[in-house]
């Protein structure tokens, strides 16, 4: 299992919050696929042009992360904190 | 090395959180604070009001990742970082960064340093009401990026 957060402009776009995966897609990138092959808007925002930054365990990743089962991953745009 | 980092949701008073970072402290040579505050003007709009997002959790370690760096790369005595979150007026001030050292080069660069990583790292996202009544997400900085990115690259310490 695999938790799954969408936070601020992503989240309005995809009209979700979080939710938890029951397969492990293996890897950020295969998340992200998989995310995207949903179509319409999962697609324009995890294929699109877009920066999404991804963190695992509130840590930020790369497209190679492996990831385990009991992870969460967040998805969000570039952060405009300070 | 005395480090405080809060995320909150009640008014941030910017002049109380500084005074703590060096009372009671001799070895303490230079304060540098930064006050980071919500205009009332972004991108040539009027704003009225701003809501500030964050990832609870992820936050808080973000946050200290940043301070550690700083505190490896100069020789600190205090750090404190304060960050709101919620509902922003214009003028209310949004972030506090105070750094404390022997001497002022550590303090300006460190207090730099903070403000620069945070606003490429750690997981705030803003979103404004302009005074018409649309609400938007505010993007990101190129010169942000540039900014931190500069940090990598310089050579001065």
Redesign the interface.
């Known amino acids: 299992m695999i938790r799954v ?1 969408y ?3 992503l989240r309005e776009r995809l009209g979700l919050g979080d939710e938890t995966l029951q397969a492990n897609p293996g890897t950020v990138a295969g998340l992200r696929a998989a995310l995207a092959a949903r179509g319409d808007a999962w697609q324009e925002v995890f294929a699109g042009a877009q920066r999404v930054l991804v ?1 695992v365990n ?3 990743a790369g497209e190679d992360h492996a990831l385990k089962d009991g992870d969460e991953v ?1 998805f ?7 | 090395m005395d480090i405080e980092i809060r995320v909150q949701d009640t008014p941030l008073d910017a002049l109380a959180e500084t005074a703590p970072v060096f009372a009671g402290n001799p070895a303490v040579g230079g304060v540098v604070s930064f006050v980071g505050l919500m205009r009332d003007m972004n991108q040539g709009d009027r704003v009225s009001a701003m809501t500030l997002e964050h990832y609870p959790g992820m936050t808080e370690k973000a946050l200290a990742a940043i301070v550690d760096e700083a505190a490896g790369r100069w020789q600190l005595e205090a750090v404190r970082l304060v960050h709101r979150v919620g509902n922003i007026r214009p003028q209310d001030p949004i972030v506090l960064v105070a750094v404390a050292s022997a001497h002022r080069g550590e303090a300006f660069r460190a207090c730099e340093f903070i403000i620069d990583f945070l606003k490429t790292r750690a997981p705030f996202w803003k979103r404004e009401q302009t005074a018409d009544g649309q609400s938007r997400w505010v993007e990101a900085r190129d010169s942000d990026d540039e900014s931190a990115k500069a940090w990598a690259d310089a050579k001065r310490p």
């Not at chain 1, 969000?76 to 300070?82: I, K, L, M, Q």
Request: aromatic share 12%; no cysteine; net charge negative.
């Open positions: 957060l936070f601020a402009s963190a509130q840590e930020m967040g969000f745009p570039p952060v405009t904190g300070g």
